[in-house]
């Protein structure tokens, strides 16, 4: 929008100003002239400079809210001269330098904001003799020293006191049990240390987040522990932090006694002993319980099973023992479960299966007994199944191939027996495999070839013979092989993973030859003999009577020899582990406070960010998709989003980082999407607007366009065919199908999506309007037009007319393709005797390399692409007929595509 008038400071008789969200930049104008004014609000824009010190002579003015701008500098000590000043928000910016002293004269100031600032330095004595303050948020500074010991007494309106995230220390003032409005105490992130005072409670009936984690805070006995006893008044409490500390002793059993409110958890990372209470399960509010690293002992408790609305349980990293309770199956809510790093003994429950599981990690155990078949037809497995380091025996078993969406999969470590068992190869989003150091034997089955998403495999180890398959080196993904210490015979591959010597491992398999120079391998003969065959099948079946009686020692003497050691390194607990937790604060710093430099696009229902953070010493690049919740439907598209993708994964899915589901400094309600960023844009962008990169105009060639029309109908394949309810997409577009950096497509926005179960007559969807959202125009099928419901043949539709796009270069709503037609007539009428006039150009130049490679056959080439992009427009034609029932499945489609996919490389 530009700066702000300077002229505006010439209107004497102004009493308010609010000038919020309007991309304003530059500095604070001169507005000395406003004499009048009581009401100043320029929050949410773009502006720089500093804060402006003759804003101390507004003598009327009674808020003030400069948050989430670019401001600089120090805060100006004359705004101590406001007297009249109720509130003061300057959020979200950049300044730095200490809190003015002269703030502590603001006797009619209710709400202060200084979060998420750099400043630095002590708070002034005196801010805390503001008896009227409500709000006091100093969070996410460079702010140290100590709190007075009266604070409470001289603060006795406060109702959220949140100063997490900076450098305080000494102890958490008693005094502040004085204040029975508080609501929310957040001082978690600091270097508090002492006892917990044990009155909180007595008189904060309101108290609703109690947030110590991450200090250095301490208890040692019974009566340390004593202020969970008062925290019990608390009935509106919700989340009680106690994470990160230097809690010692048991945990009492009061406990269960807390407000059957409390939603979150957390004692994680302290040094408790003893067993956990058995009235733990009387907390049936309770949705994320972390309790790991700790030095729990005993059985756990099975009361937990009562929590039905737990979704994330840990208790990893403990001195557990006993059996994991059968109870857990009644956990409806359970998505996340750790108890690896234990003693735990006795087999898997098989009723864990009835709990909605995306991530289950036993591992670092003393499990015994098969693997039980009904965890492998847990279909929202989506994130890993971890049973290393146990002492489970028998055959991983066939149903293995129904956990269709899981990511990584280790049993690494165990006494697995029998073959890799061919099913396997249905696991289609398979990034992470280890069945390491088992007792496997029999071939590496071709199966594994299919998934194409596979980033590691470890079968080290094992007793596996055969030759090495040379699949293995045709799957592109595939970034770590361990092959070592098996029985592996002939010649080691040449292709792919088999180039890079740092990537593969194959120790120990003495029968191996041939591979690149760097194995230093002997070269294969490339005649064997009949006889030197016969004597190795003579020494196989001598050796194997011995072994087969040998084993059986073996086998004891290695679970004799497991059952004595445990492992030295703990992992991280299950919370943190596959998601990282991000605040709004973090994600406003991320994103450089939302900035308009990092704005990479606007939709219905909100706008993306790209960012800079950093998770476990790792940076990350993110795209974060921030919800506006005053649009109608907003909410709905959010929700949608997140019911989806909980249980989706897959290749072609844009896979969801995280989420942030919470509060701005204003206590509005902020909701987020935090996806991985992918550098190649959108299909859309390719198409139509080609990118520059390295001084030139980007095109899509004819290979690159077919995959991406592949990757695009599996996602849309496995939505449809491949989960427990079928999903609906509703908006498949070039926009919502992006490219990594390999160019591999992923569907994204799922803000639209239903599942087929779904009741479209609900009426909290027609009252926001979303029920009737089914797609963009010209890519939404004709039904919807109509009022229908959203079916998959609604999607195949959508389909249909961004394969037309993408061969031909028209968008469906090009004047010259509207005019009296849609795209699928232009196309369909092309067909018959014009194709080559609808053809995008693009794709039947011929190239430098093709040139090389087919010596003067440019024009066998040419009609090579034709056929293929023909074929790809009849698809096309075929999926978005007018009528769904005359419409192409997907998975035809997807067929059809492969077959000219392989046409058109085989015959380059």
Not at 569 to 595: C, G, I, P, W
Request: charged content about 15%; some cysteine.
């Amino acid at each position: 929008m530009g700066p702000i008038p300077s002229t505006l400071g010439n209107l004497s008789a102004l009493t308010y100003i609010s000038i919020r969200s309007n991309k304003l930049t530059g500095s604070i104008p001169p507005l000395q002239g406003l004499s009048s004014i009581s009401f100043l609000q320029l929050a949410d824009n773009n502006l720089t400079g500093r804060i402006p010190s003759w804003l101390g002579n507004l003598s009327s003015l009674t808020v003030i809210d400069f948050r989430k701008n670019g401001l600089v500098g120090n805060i100006p000590e004359s705004l101590g001269d406001l007297k009249l000043l109720k509130a003061l928000s300057l959020s979200f910016n950049k300044l730095v330098g200490s809190v003015p002293n002269s703030l502590g004269n603001l006797h009619a100031l209710t709400e202060f904001y200084i979060d998420n600032n750099e400043l630095e330095g002590s708070i002034a004595p005196s801010l805390f003799n503001i008896s009227s303050l409500e709000i006091f948020n100093i969070q996410f500074n460079h702010l140290n020293g100590s709190f007075p010991l009266d604070l409470g007494s001289r603060l006795p309106n406060l109702e959220l006191f949140l100063v997490n995230g900076n450098r305080f220390h000494g102890d958490i003032p008693p005094a502040l049990c004085n204040t029975s409005s508080i609501q929310m105490i957040q001082m978690q992130t600091n270097f508090l240390s002492g006892k917990i005072p044990h009155c909180f409670g007595l008189r904060q009936k309101n108290l609703s987040v109690f947030g110590l984690g991450q200090n250095q805070l301490e208890a040692t006995n019974g009566a340390e522990w004593s202020f969970l006893s008062t925290l019990t008044n608390c009935s509106h409490l919700k989340l009680i932090d106690l994470g990160e500390n230097k809690l010692q002793g048991e945990l009492p059993d009061l406990i269960g006694n807390l407000s059957s409110n409390l939603f979150f958890l957390n004692v994680q990372i302290n040094n408790i002993t003893g067993k956990i209470p058995e009235s733990i399960g009387n907390l049936i509010g309770l949705n994320v319980l972390g309790m790991d690293i700790n030095l729990f002992e005993g059985n756990i408790p099975s009361s937990i099973g009562n929590l039905k609305k737990l979704n994330a349980l840990s208790i990893s990293n403990n001195n557990l023992s006993g059996s994991i309770p059968v109870t857990f199956g009644n956990l409806s809510a359970l998505s996340r479960l750790g108890l690896d790093g234990n003693s735990l003994s006795g087999g898997i429950p098989s009723s864990l299966s009835r709990c909605p599981l995306q991530d289950l990690n036993l591992s670092h155990n003393r499990l015994t007994g098969p693997i039980p078949k009904e965890l492998f037809l847990v279909s929202t497995l989506s994130n890993s199944l971890i049973l290393d380091h146990n002492l489970l025996t028998g055959p991983l078993p066939s149903e293995v191939g129904n956990l269709r969406n899981v990511a990584g999969l280790d049993f690494s470590s165990n006494n697995i027996s029998g073959e890799i068992p061919p099913s396997i190869g249905n696991c289609q989003s398979l990034q992470h495999l280890s069945i390491s150091g088992n007792f496997l034997q029999g071939v590496i089955p071709s199966s594994l070839g299919q998934l194409n998403g596979l980033l590691e495999l470890d079968l080290s180890h094992n007793n596996l013979s055969g030759r090495i398959p040379n699949f293995l080196g045709n799957m592109r993904g595939l970034t770590n092989l361990n092959l070592s210490f098996n029985n592996f015979e002939g010649e080691v591959p040449k292709d792919g993973i088999f180039l890079n010597v740092t990537a593969i491992s194959i120790l120990g398999n003495n029968g191996l030859c041939g591979g690149i120079s760097q194995l230093n391998l002997p070269l294969c003969s490339s005649h064997p003999s009949n006889t030197h065959s016969q004597k190795k099948t003579m020494v196989i079946s001598i050796v194997a009577g011995v072994l087969f009686l040998t084993s059986v020692v073996v086998l004891f003497a290695i679970i004799h020899w497991r059952s004595k050691t445990r492992r030295e390194e703990k992992h991280e607990s299950l919370l943190t582990e596959q998601h990282m937790r991000v605040s709004y604060a973090e994600l406003v710093n991320a994103t450089n406070d939302f900035s308009s430099e990092n704005l990479v696009g606007v939709g219905s229902f909100g706008s993306v960010y790209k960012g800079r953070m950093t998770n476990h010493d790792q940076q990350l690049v993110i795209a974060v998709k921030v919800f506006n919740l005053q649009t109608r439907g907003a909410l709905k598209s959010f929700d949608a989003e997140c019911e989806t993708l909980r249980y989706v994964r897959h290749r072609n899915l844009l896979k969801v980082l995280t989420v942030c589901s919470s509060t701005d400094f204003r206590g509005d309600d902020f909701k987020a999407l935090i996806y991985e960023f992918l550098p190649n844009g959108n299909l859309h962008e390719w198409l139509h607007l080609h990118p520059e990169m390295e001084g030139e105009k980007k095109v899509l060639d004819l290979v690159q366009r077919i995959s991406i029309a592949i990757d695009v109908a599996s996602a849309i394949d496995y939505l449809h065919h491949h989960n427990p309810f079928p999903i609906i997409h509703c908006d498949l577009k070039p926009t919502n199908v992006l490219l990594d950096n390999n160019m591999v497509a992923q569907v994204g926005d799922f803000g639209l999506a239903r599942f087929l179960h779904e009741d479209s007559s609900d009426i909290l969807e027609q009252s926001t309007g979303w029920a009737a959202m089914r797609g963009t125009i010209g890519y939404a099928a004709p039904e919807y037009g109509q009022g229908n419901n959203a079916s998959i043949q609604g999607d195949v539709y959508s389909f249909g007319i961004l394969l037309l796009e993408m061969f031909t270069g028209k968008r469906p709503t090009d004047s010259e393709v509207t005019e009296g037609c849609n795209l699928h007539k232009y196309v369909e009428m092309a067909l018959q005797d014009q194709a080559i006039n609808v053809i995008d150009q693009h794709l039947l130049s011929v190239t430098e390399d093709d040139e090389g490679r087919t010596r003067g056959n440019q024009q066998t080439i040419r009609e090579k692409r034709i056929a293929c992009i023909v074929s790809a427009l009849e698809i096309g034609i075929s999926c978005s007929k007018d009528l769904p029932a005359d419409r192409m499945q997907i998975r035809d489609a997807l067929k059809e595509l492969l077959v000219a996919r392989e046409k058109l490389i085989r015959g380059s």
